[in-house]
């Protein structure tokens, strides 16, 4: 492991991003902390002699409540990242404003649905500017909320899914240009897909949700079979094991369908699922969490 690890936080860490967080060249943590109401903040120094992560002055930064979920991304339009927190116990989410060298300023709390498990973030309305989408477990939808360009956020409506939801992720799913969602629901053991009419609008596509094999605790997606489209890879909790649904929406089928194969087991009870070319193939694999073996599984792509 890195020199000094691990890196001390400053409560019970539910959540975890990484960005340039004080302009430096080099990527930085951040760590929302359930039991502290707050995020740490990590800047990297294994650069220099110090050579380990040490907190951004002024770390932790306050949110609303019980936080389930961080992302990280330019939510001012200042050119520098900053953090949208989704806060389960308040039912909001917290923005934190970053000044460019790591220093952060909360602004809101903007109210969303009951229980935010999760956040993802992205132009949802296509005016240039980065929006917010939230998971709400408790009231079985999503919340958008629209950026006005400066970091001060309005509702941008409620649209319901399947079940109660534990991740959702964005991506152009359909091919049109937006951004649509893709959102895992635990209760109900599928995913549902919304599509954005480009406006910030979404209905759900023909034939969701779409079946996984467990209980969802994590969603991604990426183009996992090579044909220009975005698929999605959920990692099941229940059923150690992770579900590949391929896009066929512009197929006359119009659907998510199951890879040959799937679902895919792990060594144990997957929370968390990523996807990147890890063997340097030029394909897409993926990486799961496994919280009850306490171990990462890979899933390598290809024949």
């Not at 498990?117 to 240039?128: A, E, M, N, Q, R």
């Not at 958008?144 to 079940?163: C, I, Q």
């Amino acid at each position: 492991g890195a020199s000094g690890s691990p890196f001390s936080v400053d409560g019970e860490p539910s959540a975890i991003t990484s960005g340039d967080f004080d302009g430096d060249g080099d990527l930085d943590l951040a760590v929302a902390n359930a039991s502290t109401f707050n995020v740490s903040v990590l800047l990297n120094e294994l650069d220099e002699p110090s050579g380990v992560f040490s907190k951004a002055s002024g770390s932790p930064f306050s949110v609303d409540g019980i936080p389930s979920s961080i992302i990280a991304g330019d939510l001012d339009g200042d050119g520098d990242l900053d953090l949208a927190v989704a806060n389960a116990s308040t039912l909001d989410v917290t923005v934190l404003l970053n000044d460019g060298f790591g220093d952060f300023v909360a602004v809101g709390p903007f109210p969303v649905g009951g229980d935010p498990s999760s956040i993802t973030s992205g132009d949802l309305d296509g005016d240039g500017d980065l929006d917010l989408a939230t998971a709400n477990a408790l009231t079985l939808n999503v919340s958008v909320l629209l950026n006005d360009g400066f970091g001060d956020f309005v509702d941008g409506g409620s649209f319901n899914v399947a079940g109660r939801s534990s991740s959702i992720t964005s991506g152009d799913l359909d091919g049109d240009g937006d951004l649509d969602l893709a959102v895992a629901n635990a209760s109900t053991l599928d995913v549902t897909v919304l599509l954005n009419d480009g406006g910030g609008d979404f209905v759900s596509a023909l034939g969701s949700p779409f079946n996984v094999d467990g209980i969802p605790s994590s969603i991604t997606s990426g183009d996992l079979d090579g044909d220009g489209d975005l698929d999605l890879a959920g990692a099941n909790a229940s059923t150690l094991d992770v579900t590949v649904l391929l896009n066929e929406l512009d197929e006359p089928s119009g659907v998510f369908v199951g890879a040959s194969g799937s679902p895919f087991s792990v060594d144990g009870e997957p929370s968390a699922i990523t996807s990147g070319d890890l063997d340097g193939d030029g394909d897409l694999d993926l990486a799961v969490a496994n919280a009850s073996t306490l171990n990462v599984s890979i899933l390598s792509n290809g024949p």
